[in-house]
Structures are given as structure tokens and as C-alpha cells.
């Protein structure tokens, strides 16, 4: 049985790479790996490359992210829906960004970007569902353990990131990403993953999306047959000189006040937490390793 302890992986083994496909009897999206071992690495390191598919229409998302630089672009005046959603301008690092979640996208969004994310939650719920397949936790209790987000419910958000170098502080601090997994489009240098107590970059792979794993899908694999890594990463400061740095994150998570469980590979009940007193616990120890 697979354990959460670290295990010596080295990035500089290279990420793994998969792919996402149509499975042709259920027409469901299934994620692949070339070797069994490569897709062992991705579950210790929490992370890997995934090949862009060829329905994903990159480019437009890519151009509405740059647009966002423009002091007059109408985005900019999203108005802040409490402190997760809206433009916003972060304090503690350099990040800039529009960050919506699945109901306001087309309020907000051009209807291409609104289809973006539908394709999104399509390959976010294809990951959810491999990861589910290889911890051998019964079918029948992915929906309850994922806070019904492997059948397309949960939370998700679509955000556009731009790192404004005027402001001095980090790109983005350590940290672990508080969902089920998170999908990037990065397109230059700067994201580092930490490996064995020391930070490695991740490279550039063009063609390719970064899939990372978050704590909400380490917490309800954590007693089946393979329990996934949560992957700590950051962004390194981004400097006037650097490649401009935009970023297309979406991050699968469960709804804010619902419930997570841990099932074993008998289907039994091997724990619980409400999202909030998850997320807070998550919270406090970020704080705490920071000061």
C-alpha cells in the first residue's frame, strides 16, 4: 500500500508527461501515461506536463490574459466579490489577477473564455477521476469523497495572473495549493517546485499545460492504495528585465462549505473535515512557517 511519506524524487529526472484522450466505449476523457513509472513519479511529485489538447484554444486565452496589462482594459474594473474573486492586486507578492469562479464566468468573461473553462472542468474532472481510479477507492464514493466535484459539481475558479515587477516582494511565496488540482498555462520561467527540502525550477515545455496536485486531494486519498503528493511550490521574483510572466490558472476545488471524506479501498470511512476547518488548518501553518 502506498504511504504519504516524501519519497526521493528528483525533478531533474524530468516530469512526467501524459495526456488526456477520449475513451472511445464511453466517450469519457481518460488521462494517460506512457510507462506506469511515469505516471508513479507525477503521483510523488504531485506535479507533471500534460499535453495541450488540440480542442484547447490557448492562443485566444492567452491574448485575453496579456489585455489585462492595459490600465484601460474594462476587466480591470471587475469589482472584488469578497477576497478570492475580482481583480485583484495582491499585497504580499507580486501577483496581479482576475479571479472568478464557475458562476460568474459568463457574467464576466467573453463567451470564448466561458468555453475555455468548460474544457478546463472537462480535463480537471478527467485528472480527478485517474487519481480516484489508482487509489482503488470504490466508484461509487468518489462523488461523496470530492464534494461531488468528479461529477462535475464542486467549486472552480478560471483566473488570468500577470506578476507586476514595480512591486519588490516575491512572484509568490512557498506554498501548497489548498484544492484537488490546479491546471497552468505558464509561458515563461520562474515556477520552482521543492523536492527533498530544496527548491528546482520547473521548465518551460511549450505545448504542454503544469498539473498540480493540492492538499484537498492529498487529504481524501490519504488511507486508500495511493495517496497523491501535494506539491509545494512558488514563483521566483520576477524582475523588470524577465520575460513577461502571464499565467491561465484553473483550480479545481471543493465548495467552500462543503465536506471532504476519506474512504479506504473497502469503500469504509476513514475520516472527514469540513472544506473551512480544512482550509484554515492550511492557513494557520502557512502563516506559521512563514514567521
Given at each position: 500500500?502506498?504511504?504519504?511519506?516524501?519519497?526521493?524524487?528528483?525533478?531533474?529526472?524530468?516530469?512526467?508527461?501524459?495526456?488526456?484522450?477520449?475513451?472511445?466505449?464511453?466517450?469519457?476523457?481518460?488521462?494517460?501515461?506512457?510507462?506506469?513509472?511515469?505516471?508513479?513519479?507525477?503521483?510523488?511529485?504531485?506535479?507533471?506536463?500534460?499535453?495541450?489538447?488540440?480542442?484547447?484554444?490557448?492562443?485566444?486565452?492567452?491574448?485575453?490574459?496579456?489585455?489585462?496589462?492595459?490600465?484601460?482594459s474594462p476587466h480591470r474594473r471587475i469589482p472584488q466579490y469578497g477576497e478570492l474573486e475580482g481583480f485583484i492586486?495582491?499585497?504580499?507578492?507580486?501577483?496581479?489577477?482576475?479571479?472568478?469562479?464557475?458562476?460568474?464566468?459568463?457574467?464576466?468573461?467573453?463567451?470564448?473564455?466561458?468555453?475555455?473553462?468548460?474544457?478546463?472542468?472537462?480535463?480537471?474532472?478527467?485528472?480527478?477521476?485517474?487519481?480516484?481510479?489508482?487509489?482503488?477507492?470504490?466508484?461509487?464514493?468518489?462523488?461523496?469523497?470530492s464534494g461531488g466535484y468528479s461529477s462535475g459539481k464542486g467549486t472552480a475558479f478560471l483566473n488570468f495572473v500577470?506578476?507586476?515587477?514595480?512591486?519588490?516582494?516575491?512572484?509568490?511565496?512557498?506554498?501548497?495549493?489548498?484544492?484537488?488540482?490546479?491546471?497552468?498555462?505558464?509561458?515563461?520561467?520562474?515556477?520552482?517546485?521543492?523536492?527533498?527540502?530544496?527548491?528546482?525550477?520547473?521548465?518551460?515545455?511549450?505545448?504542454?499545460?503544469?498539473?498540480?496536485?493540492?492538499?484537498?486531494?492529498?487529504?481524501?486519498?490519504?488511507?486508500?492504495?495511493?495517496?497523491?503528493?501535494?506539491?509545494?511550490?512558488?514563483?521566483?521574483?520576477?524582475?523588470?528585465?524577465?520575460?513577461?510572466?502571464?499565467?491561465?490558472?484553473?483550480?479545481?476545488?471543493?465548495?467552500?462549505?462543503?465536506?471532504?471524506?476519506?474512504?479506504?479501498?473497502?469503500?469504509?470511512?476513514?475520516?472527514?473535515?469540513?472544506?473551512?476547518?480544512?482550509?484554515?488548518?492550511?492557513?494557520?501553518?502557512?502563516?506559521?512557517?512563514?514567521?
Amino acid at each position: 500500500m502506498e504511504t504519504c511519506r516524501r519519497q526521493a524524487v528528483s525533478v531533474n529526472e524530468g516530469l512526467s508527461i501524459a495526456a488526456v484522450s477520449c475513451d472511445e466505449y464511453s466517450g469519457e476523457q481518460r488521462l494517460s501515461f506512457d510507462t506506469p513509472e511515469d505516471l508513479d513519479r507525477a503521483w510523488k511529485l504531485g506535479i507533471f506536463y500534460l499535453k495541450t489538447p488540440d480542442y484547447l484554444d490557448l492562443d485566444r486565452a492567452r491574448q485575453f490574459g496579456s489585455e489585462l496589462i492595459s490600465a484601460d482594459s474594462p476587466h480591470r474594473r471587475i469589482p472584488q466579490y469578497g477576497e478570492l474573486e475580482g481583480f485583484i492586486a495582491l499585497e504580499n507578492n507580486q501577483q496581479t489577477k482576475l479571479a472568478l469562479s464557475r458562476p460568474r464566468w459568463e457574467q464576466h468573461y467573453p463567451a470564448e473564455i466561458t468555453q475555455f473553462g468548460r474544457w478546463l472542468d472537462g480535463i480537471g474532472i478527467a485528472i480527478m477521476r485517474a487519481v480516484f481510479r489508482q487509489s482503488g477507492i470504490p466508484e461509487a464514493r468518489w462523488d461523496r469523497a470530492s464534494g461531488g466535484y468528479s461529477s462535475g459539481k464542486g467549486t472552480a475558479f478560471l483566473n488570468f495572473v500577470h506578476y507586476d515587477t514595480r512591486n519588490p516582494d516575491w512572484g509568490l511565496h512557498p506554498h501548497t495549493d489548498y484544492g484537488f488540482v490546479t491546471i497552468l498555462d505558464a509561458t515563461a520561467p520562474g515556477l520552482q517546485i521543492e523536492v527533498n527540502g530544496e527548491f528546482d525550477d520547473v521548465p518551460v515545455r511549450p505545448g504542454h499545460l503544469v498539473i498540480n496536485f493540492g492538499e484537498a486531494l492529498r487529504f481524501i486519498t490519504e488511507h486508500s492504495d495511493r495517496a497523491v503528493t501535494a506539491v509545494r511550490h512558488r514563483v521566483v521574483s520576477q524582475r523588470a528585465t524577465d520575460p513577461v510572466r502571464h499565467g491561465i490558472v484553473y483550480f479545481a476545488n471543493p465548495d467552500l462549505d462543503g465536506m471532504l471524506w476519506q474512504f479506504d479501498v473497502r469503500g469504509e470511512v476513514k475520516g472527514s473535515s469540513s472544506v473551512e476547518d480544512l482550509f484554515a488548518l492550511l492557513e494557520k501553518n502557512l502563516i506559521q512557517s512563514r514567521n
